[in-house]
């Protein structure tokens, strides 16, 4: 079974860029989620999707950053123009609709440099 | 307010001896999940463990096992026999009914295994 796959691994703009994030769930899974990890921290997430509605983006800076999940399997994270405070890691994860126990299954992360 | 706890920002350890890792949680939800992820340096989240608010018995996944003392509100990972492998950031989440499923992170413990 193929993992979360996300692209690309590293990015680095210069502030008031704009950079997007694609990511892949597991073949199956209708629940997707974006979290930013800053260095030192746990992940936060910023939207969460079920199929292609939104379920939570509570916590999603929305004048800069915007989410989609197209056709309700991949999802693109943009973010336009960039801070310097967003400089990160975005990862990516999914899962099947399930209770209290449901395992989230995470990508390898993009490495956001803002400089 | 759900909140996660963890007070240790980095641990040492010697090979194939036993290391706790502690965690403790805010929560007013009668129901909730708790998880422990590990985090090697290349960056995904790897599921390790799961304990439910309502099980008796406290949860265990190989060398994995984990505390789980309700009326403390902890929920302390023990990892046995350590190996040079488990040296990464551990992370503790929870997860209710009320915040919607939605997963929260402590800071996380780097852990150090030394030879």
């Known amino acids: 079974e193929a993992g979360v796959a996300q692209s690309p691994r590293y990015k680095i703009i210069e502030k008031r860029q704009s950079v997007a994030f694609w990511c892949n769930p597991i073949s199956g899974h209708a629940t997707l989620y974006w979290y930013q990890q800053i260095l030192g921290q746990g992940p936060k997430l910023l939207i969460q999707f079920q199929n292609n509605g939104v379920v939570d983006d509570s916590q999603l800076p929305k004048d800069r950053f915007s989410a989609e999940r197209l056709k309700g399997v991949d999802s693109t994270l943009k973010i336009q123009p960039a801070k310097l405070e967003d400089s990160a890691v975005y990862l990516c994860?999914?899962?099947?609709?399930?209770?209290?126990?449901?395992?989230?299954?995470f990508g390898p992360g993009t490495r956001l440099t803002v400089t | 307010a759900q909140k996660i706890t963890q007070t240790q920002p980095g641990m040492f350890v010697q090979e194939k001896e036993a290391v706790t890792l502690d965690c403790t949680y805010d929560?007013?939800?009668?129901?909730?999940?708790l998880f422990w992820y590990k985090q090697p340096s290349s960056g995904e989240m790897i599921f390790l463990i799961y304990?439910?608010?309502?099980?008796?018995q406290n949860a265990t996944e190989g060398r994995y096992s984990l505390n789980f003392q309700k009326a403390r509100k902890s929920a302390n990972l023990v990892i046995s026999a350590s190996q040079l492998g488990d040296s990464a950031m551990y992370f503790c989440?929870?997860?209710?009914?009320?915040?919607?499923?939605?997963?929260?992170f402590g800071a996380g413990t780097r852990l150090f295994v030394k030879a």
């Open positions: 929560t007013s939800d009668p129901s909730y999940g």
């Open positions: 989440a929870m997860r209710g009914i009320t915040g919607g499923f939605k997963t929260i």
């Open positions: 304990q439910g608010s309502y099980d008796q």
């Open positions: 994860a999914s899962s099947s609709q399930g209770d209290l126990s449901y395992e989230q299954y």
